[in-house]
């Protein structure tokens, strides 16, 4: 299969590229740069660019990447009759749930990047002769990882001591592996077109698991000790670290006979190994 892969150089589109060519298929990069999406040639498109991470990005620059680009795309995928699968994100349905969030959650996004997914998926969906299929990921890591995950990690490597010991939270991830071998099994699946999916490495894990986890593939002590957790929730962004997230992927698994083929403990160490360098 002639898949076109944008934001093909990024940490998921590496990870997706590499796994398209080991699986046979050709993988055919493609820069969203100056000028407007071309997909001759396509067999299929998958969509990863865009702008992740919110930081000091002018909201309007977010609102173009994120979904004017997206719509395009749509609009060159259903052009040449090409399916889509577009990476959207859990946080469409907010930051955190009190029980574990299916597709048919409500739509509850709380900054302008889970807006902008959003608004991303309900233009798509309204082009008309697209063939769409949506995941939605959790937080996703491997080599490459930036942001909090890497955060963390860096952390327990240096042994700092950690107040998460009293955290009692369920936290979903997704390894880069997994997501890609995911999106292998959509452009596989017909039945996937207009199907939105979540996606995940399966149970839950809380702040503290993932810790000792870290610290156990770095070979370093786990440093954790305890804070009430409303103390916590004071610092910038504790939240993500103090509250539950947690996603029900069974639709991904009945439907389509989805597994995925790494473990947390796979993953985590190949994330370990990229992260020592050779």
Not at 49 to 74: C, K, Q, T, Y
Not at 111 to 137: H, N, S
Not at 160 to 168: H, Q, T
Request: proline content about 8%; hydrophobic content about 50%; charged content about 20%.
């Amino acid at each position: 299969m002639r898949t076109f892969v944008t934001g093909a150089s990024g940490f998921i589109g590496t990870a997706l590229c590499a796994a398209l060519r080991a699986a046979g298929h050709e993988a055919v990069p493609v820069s969203l740069r100056g000028a407007a999406p071309r997909f001759e040639g396509a067999q299929a498109v998958v969509h990863l660019a865009g702008i992740a991470h919110r930081g000091r990005v002018d909201p309007r620059v977010l609102e173009r990447i994120n979904v004017s680009l997206a719509e395009e795309v749509g609009h060159a995928a259903a052009a040449v009759g090409a399916p889509l699968v577009f990476l959207s994100s859990v946080k469409v349905h907010g930051e955190e749930s009190a029980a574990p969030l299916d597709e048919r959650a409500a739509l509850a996004p709380r900054d302008i990047y889970a807006e902008t997914k959003a608004r991303a998926e309900e233009r798509l969906r309204a082009i008309a002769g697209l063939r769409l299929a949506v995941l939605r990921p959790p937080l996703v890591y491997g080599p490459g990882v930036k942001a909090n995950f890497l955060a963390l990690l860096r952390a327990v490597d240096r042994g700092l001591p950690l107040p998460f010991a009293a955290i009692a939270n369920r936290r979903s991830l997704l390894y880069v592996g997994n997501l890609a071998d995911a999106i292998l099994r959509l452009l596989a699946a017909p039945q996937a077109t207009g199907r939105t999916y979540l996606v995940s490495d399966g149970a839950p894990l809380s702040t503290p698991e993932i810790c000792r986890a870290m610290a156990l593939a770095l070979g370093r002590p786990a440093r954790l000790f305890a804070l009430p957790p409303a103390l916590l929730e004071f610092l910038p962004g504790a939240q993500r670290l103090t509250r539950s997230l947690e996603v029900d992927d069974g639709a991904l698994r009945r439907e389509l006979g989805w597994r995925p083929p790494y473990d947390f403990t796979q993953g985590l160490a190949a994330t370990v190994r990229w992260y020592r360098g050779p």
